[in-house]
């Protein structure tokens, strides 16, 4: 069965670092692109990023280009999304998903999600 | 960016009804669209991809049409599980995907 677990909901400070994770099992972690989503409070999703945990290729959102980092730890089936300053305008739920066999345009499976509020 | 729009934000059905859902991207995708439901509280599950491929488990009364600019998601008959958030996203320019605003189904 595939699944995507994510670490637990963290409290923050702004200014502070933070790195969240997506562990994958099931399935072929190398294999499949993950995908990382944002939700803030009461709205819509939006896509921040991809990464290909085979070789590690990483494209970002224009919008969260330089705001976030995306990485994977291959032999932990495990993929992060950090933060080196977080700020009260990064509140909002975090999810990890895998891209589709099919295409990797389309997540077939998702995470349970991580809610970071940061605030002073 | 290649935004979307999607319309009605919110429909109020009951169970039985037949609902639809449309979905206009700025420019044209071809038929590199897709489908989610969220539930509050839940993360998003792929109903639709590839505009009118039903993603396997879904129920056959999602189906979804369209190419180009112009996308539907018809729910044929309203079941009380369905009633959820729904959103469209464009997936024609990898990775710079981006998702509709949603639309909202609740209960008449």
């Known amino acids: 069965e595939v699944q995507l677990v994510q670490s637990g909901a963290e409290v923050k400070k702004p200014g502070e670092s933070l790195k969240i994770s997506c562990k994958g099992s099931?399935?072929?972690?190398?294999?499949?692109?993950i995908g990382w989503v944002r939700q803030m409070p009461g709205k819509g999703l939006e896509w921040m990023g991809i990464?290909?945990?085979?070789?590690?290729?990483?494209r970002y959102s224009p919008s969260f280009q330089g705001q976030v980092t995306i990485s994977a730890d291959k032999s932990i089936s495990t993929a992060y999304l950090q933060w080196s300053s977080l700020k009260a305008s990064d509140t909002a739920m975090y999810y990890c998903?895998?891209?589709?066999?099919?295409?990797?345009?389309?997540?077939?499976?998702w995470g349970q999600g991580t809610l970071v509020t940061v605030s002073s | 960016d290649i935004q979307m729009t999607q319309s009605p934000s919110s429909v109020s059905a009951s169970v039985g009804d037949r609902v639809t859902i449309t979905c206009r991207a700025s420019?044209?995708?071809?038929?590199?669209l897709a489908w989610y439901q969220q539930k509050p509280g839940k993360a998003p599950k792929l109903l639709i991809y590839?505009?009118?491929s039903l993603q396997s488990g879904v129920p056959s009364r999602f189906s979804g049409s369209g190419s180009g600019t112009d996308f539907t998601l018809t729910i044929s008959s309203l079941q009380p599980e369905d009633f959820a958030t729904y959103y469209c996203?464009?997936?024609?320019?990898?990775?710079?995907?981006?998702f509709g605003p949603g639309t909202k189904v609740d209960i008449k």
């Open positions: 099931g399935y072929s972690f190398t294999s499949y692109w």
């Open positions: 996203q464009q997936a024609n320019s990898f990775p710079r995907f981006t």
């Open positions: 590839a505009a009118s």
């Open positions: 990464i290909y945990p085979g070789d590690s290729d990483t």
């Open positions: 998903a895998r891209q589709s066999p099919y295409s990797s345009s389309y997540s077939d499976y």
């Open positions: 420019q044209g995708i071809s038929s590199w």
